[in-house]
Each structure stands twice: as structure tokens, then as C-alpha cells.
RNA sequence: GGCCUUAUCGUCUAACGGUUAGGACAUCGGCUUUUCAAGCCGGUAAUCCGGGUUCGAUUCCCGGUAGGGUCACCA
């Protein structure tokens, strides 16, 4: 058979591997990412795998929550705990057969043994060497006789060649590390599940992962994992070690202690799980053009493990906005519709007003005002979406321009009597021909005369109750003829009163 | 402390020995203008330092410096 066809016919198989503790952020997803785009890219399989093989740290809920997680950004997978497999179980705690089958054949070799220290003598050893300033090597204290391994002690690997290591990572190329990285890790714990360094590599093999990505805090155990293959006499996947994330503030990398937050937030929030792709996508990686929006498709097609990025990326939440925004803008008018929806409290949706044909007429309007994912949120909060449902209340002072020149005793007087005027001017406009262009030809001459500002804003303000709005044009377009004749008259009952 | 790894505008980055070092976000200025946005146009701003190799270094090599990682019965 021809090798090279075989190297070139060979099934992209990825997979992510979290452990269940707690919530997914930014980094968690960013290698899940990856991992999926790759294999979807090249037709492959992803896998869904759960490395719950710490009970301590295990946090209840979890897993429902990754996989909440994922779905909500489209990351779908081929096999996992949810939908099985051919390689089930998906959950390392179920597999504890099959880790001591290897296990097995590892003490049959003679490449591993029980380790019979106690904790309070592995601690000894580790503070001796902490203090002559060194690093701790079990293999330093390996046993001379180990007892036969009964499963109640912790079981070691037994690395038989100290040496230097040279490895490729598809990232980074070439990468090597001293002999001190080598070391007798622990493969079983005393409590009877694998260890990380263990699992991973015997589910990979078993669920034939060809890529693995992982972040670049693992370099420094990649030796231990060669030698683990070399042990096993197993072929080695290819390994693609992806930059790390920073915080925004501070020069450590990015986690939840430095408050990296939950991506579900950023859901909740009103970010789009699009816009997070393509910012995530590109911390880490750039594609060959200058292309900065991308949709998860577009992504996934030019997607290259060989433009992943060497150095670390800080996580620049301004730039997500803008990525959101662009994306908000690429929705389709019905998605954009569906997205303000989603936004809106219950208790505007309880309004008079409220309509699907008023949710219609102001999307346009409330999405070229977001510029922050949260936008949408906050201005719900800040009752900046009411006056479209709802009369707005005011003060009859409010009415007048800051700047106004109307300073007269009868100044109330004189407003009413200019918007009284505004409202004749419309009632001569047609009910069909009520379009912001048409109001806008009939009142400018008007405005022109009085003064802009006169005019406008006590009109606009009639309209929004708020300072800042859409300009009085357009919300009368959209309020219609009658509605926004209806405003204008009740500012003129408030002036008089 | 050992080992590993990284280094371009404030931020994310492009450049695979030869460019006026490009783009995006942010920022600043202008246009528009009835407020706020949006939009359009434009500006400021970077190769960590020191040696080498080369006709020529952001790019290759060495050394420093700085950041990050790791040295767990965590992943």
C-alpha cells in the first residue's frame, strides 16, 4: 500500500475533553472551538468527552452546562455522553476498566509500579528540594522494592530512559525540553481513578483521536505523555499547542480567578454566539486576508492549524462589541426582530402598545443604537424602550430647548401655539403619504422660521419623553399620523395646565 | 531556583530578507446635523535591548531583558 496515500486518506478525529468543574470560559471554549472547526474542516469526527476523573473539584450541573454551552454556539459534536458512540462511555469515570487494562499491561512490561510513600514523606521530599532550590523528581526516590500494586496505593510510571526530548507540535514545530521534565507520574491515584496524564492518552488512542489541541500550559507534560506512548508502544497523535488567553488587565494568563466570566453571560448578555465565535476564532489565529467578520462557516472553511498564533492574546471586550454590532447588522430582518424580542422585559411587553408591527418598525432604530453586546439590556433597563409602546410622562419644562431663546412671561403660551402649529402643518399631510421624508418637507419651512431647535426638540420630546431619541421625523413615521398628533396635542394640554 | 515557551501601534494582528512596516478595535479631528446614535473622510500611534550573519534585517543566529507556563494522588 502506498504510505503516503494512507497519511493523506487518514480521518481527522478531535476531540474536547473538559473536566466537570464548574462553568466554560473563554479559553475553555476557544480550544473546543478549534478542535471542532478542525475536524469539521477536514469532514472529520468531534468528540465530546468528560474527564471527570476528579471527584474533589467536580462540580454538580456541569456537564449540562457544557453542553448548554456548546450547543448555544453551534459547537455540535459527533459522539459524547449525551448522544454515545462507538467508543462508549464518554465519561472517564466509566471507563475504569479500561484504564487498568492498560494499567496492567504497563506492570506486566515492569514500566510501572506501586508507589508505597506516604503523603507526608512525598512532602518531605518535595520541600528538600524546594529548599536546595531544585526540582522535585519522584524518580529521585524511586523505590528500590516496590510492594505489587493492590490498588489502594498510587501506581507510577517507570520512565527508562532519562534523556532530552525533541517533539513536532503543529503550532510551534520543533519543541524539546530537558531531561528534569521527565519524570515517574502518577498513571492510577490511590482512590482508583486515572490521572489526567493517563486517561487522555488511552481514551485518545481508544477513541482514535488523531489532533489533539491543548493549551500551552501542557508543553512541559508533554514528555511525560511521549514516554507514556513510547510504553505503550503506541502510535503518537499530532499535537497542536494553542496560545494562551490573557486577562485585559495584568499580564497573567486569563481565568476565572481574574474573572473570566461564563460564556453563557455573554448570552444572557445579548452577544450573539456568531459574533463570540469569530472573536474567539481570532484570538489565537488570523486568517491570510484582512477579513475580520467571519461567519462560523467562513471560518471553518479556512481555518489552518499552521496560522494558529504563537504568542498569547488578551481578551479585548471592545472589540467584541464591534464584532457583535457587525454581526447584529448581518441578521437577516427577521432574526433581528427575534433578537430584540428576546431582549425585551415582560413588563413592556404587558404595554398598550406593544405590537409585532411597532417590534418591526423599530428594530432598525434600536440596533444602530447598540454598540455594547449588553446595550440591548441596559436599555430596556433604562426605560429607553417604553415611550415606543407607551405615552411617555413629563414635566412641562422639559419641553424647552436648552439653549432656547423663548424667554418671554408667556412662554408656555408660546409653545403650545408653535407645536399647535406643527400639528397643522401635519394634519396636512395625507394618511398614506405619512413618511419621514414628507413630515420633514411640510415642518422644515416652519423650523427655518422659528428656529430649529425651537421646534424640534420640544417636538421630539413630546414624542420620547427623553433627551436623547431618534430625531422627530422618524418617530412620527412610525407612531403615524394620529399617534403622533395625539403626543404633540397632549404636550399642549401639559403646557397649559 | 531548574526546565520550557513567547516578544510588531494602547489592544488584536499582517509581513514567510528588500513594504513609505499594512489592517481592525480603541482614541483624536473633520463632514453631516434638530438631541443621541449611526454613517462617511482623515490623523496620532509599533518592530523590547545588545551583538552577529547579510549588499540589506520585524524576519535568521547568539546573549540579555521582560511576560507566560511548569516542577500535584488538578486537569
Redesign the pocket.
Known amino acids: 500500500m502506498n504510505h503516503n496515500m494512507n497519511i493523506n486518506k487518514e480521518k481527522v478525529v478531535t476531540r474536547f475533553?473538559?473536566?466537570p468543574?464548574g462553568y466554560m470560559h473563554i479559553g475553555g471554549v476557544r480550544t473546543a472551538l478549534y478542535a471542532w472547526a478542525y475536524a469539521r474542516k477536514y469532514n472529520g469526527t468531534f468528540i465530546l468527552r468528560i474527564?471527570d476523573?476528579?471527584k474533589?473539584?467536580e462540580v454538580k450541573g456541569s456537564i449540562n452546562h457544557i453542553i448548554e454551552t456548546l450547543k448555544w454556539l453551534g459547537i455540535n459534536w459527533d459522539e459524547g455522553p449525551d448522544i454515545g458512540g462507538p467508543h462508549m462511555p464518554y465519561l472517564q469515570s466509566e471507563r475504569l476498566n479500561i484504564y487498568k487494562k492498560y494499567a496492567n499491561i504497563l506492570i506486566e512490561k515492569g514500566l510501572a509500579y506501586a508507589?508505597p510513600?506516604?503523603?507526608e514523606e512525598?512532602n518531605a521530599f518535595?520541600k528538600k528540594?524546594e529548599n536546595e532550590?531544585?526540582?522535585?523528581?519522584?524518580r529521585n526516590h524511586r523505590p528500590e522494592n516496590p510492594p505489587d500494586w493492590d490498588g489502594t496505593?498510587?501506581l507510577r510510571l517507570k520512565i527508562k530512559e532519562i534523556k532530552n526530548t525533541e517533539w513536532h507540535d503543529e503550532v510551534?514545530?520543533?519543541?524539546?525540553?530537558?531531561p528534569?521534565?521527565l519524570?515517574d507520574?502518577?498513571l492510577i491515584?490511590?482512590?482508583g481513578?486515572?490521572?489526567?496524564?493517563f486517561?487522555?492518552i488511552i481514551d485518545d488512542l481508544e477513541m482514535g483521536v488523531t489532533h489533539i489541541m491543548r493549551a500551552?500550559?501542557?508543553?512541559?507534560?508533554v514528555p511525560k505523555f511521549l514516554a507514556l506512548y513510547d510504553a505503550l508502544d503506541i502510535e503518537r497523535p499530532h499535537m497542536a499547542t494553542l496560545?494562551?488567553i490573557?486577562a485585559?488587565d495584568?499580564?497573567?494568563?486569563l481565568g476565572k480567578r481574574d474573572g473570566a466570566k461564563d460564556i453563557l453571560e455573554y448570552r444572557d448578555e445579548g452577544y450573539l454566539p456568531e459574533a463570540m465565535i469569530n472573536f474567539l476564532a481570532?484570538?489565537?489565529w488570523?486568517p491570510?486576508d484582512?477579513r475580520?467578520i467571519l461567519s462560523p462557516k467562513e471560518f471553518v472553511e479556512i481555518f489552518d492549524l499552521a496560522?494558529i498564533?504563537?504568542?498569547?492574546?488578551?481578551f479585548?471586550v471592545?472589540?467584541l462589541?464591534?464584532i457583535n454590532?457587525e454581526h447584529l447588522k448581518l441578521l437577516s430582518i427577521d432574526e433581528q426582530e427575534k433578537y430584540i424580542r428576546k431582549f425585551i422585559p415582560e413588563n413592556i411587553k404587558q404595554l398598550p402598545g406593544y405590537t409585532d408591527e411597532m417590534i418591526k418598525k423599530i428594530t432598525p432604530l434600536i440596533l444602530?443604537?447598540?454598540?455594547k453586546g449588553s446595550d440591548i439590556i441596559s436599555m430596556a433597563g433604562n426605560h429607553e424602550l417604553n415611550y415606543f409602546f407607551e405615552q411617555p410622562v413629563y414635566d412641562k419644562n422639559s419641553l424647552f430647548f436648552k439653549s432656547s431663546k423663548i424667554n418671554e412671561a408667556n412662554k408656555y403660551e408660546l409653545l403650545s401655539k408653535y407645536i399647535n402649529n406643527v400639528i397643522l402643518l401635519l394634519n396636512n399631510i395625507s394618511d398614506t403619504d405619512f413618511t419621514k421624508e414628507k413630515i420633514?418637507e411640510s415642518i422644515w419651512p416652519y423650523?427655518e422660521e422659528i428656529g430649529?431647535?425651537d421646534i424640534?426638540?420640544p417636538m421630539?420630546y413630546a414624542l420620547s419623553g427623553?433627551?436623547?431619541?431618534?430625531?422627530?421625523?422618524?418617530l412620527s413615521e412610525i407612531f403615524g399620523k394620529e399617534e403622533t398628533i395625539a403626543r404633540l396635542n397632549l404636550a399642549i394640554q401639559i403646557l397649559r395646565k
Open positions: 475533553a473538559p473536566s468543574t474527564e476523573t476528579d474533589d473539584r508507589d510513600y506516604t503523603e512525598l518535595r528540594a532550590k531544585i526540582p522535585f523528581l519522584y496505593m498510587p510551534r514545530g520543533t519543541l524539546k525540553a530537558g528534569e521534565a519524570d507520574f502518577i491515584k490511590s482512590d481513578y486515572p490521572t489526567y496524564n486517561a487522555h500551552d500550559e501542557f508543553i512541559s507534560s496560545p494562551p490573557m485585559l495584568g499580564k497573567k494568563k481570532y484570538i489565537g488570523s491570510e484582512e475580520e496560522r498564533h504563537h504568542s498569547g492574546g488578551k479585548n471592545e472589540k462589541d464591534w454590532k444602530e443604537r447598540i454598540s420633514k423650523t430649529r431647535g424640534l426638540w421630539r427623553l433627551e436623547k431619541s431618534p430625531d422627530p421625523f422618524v
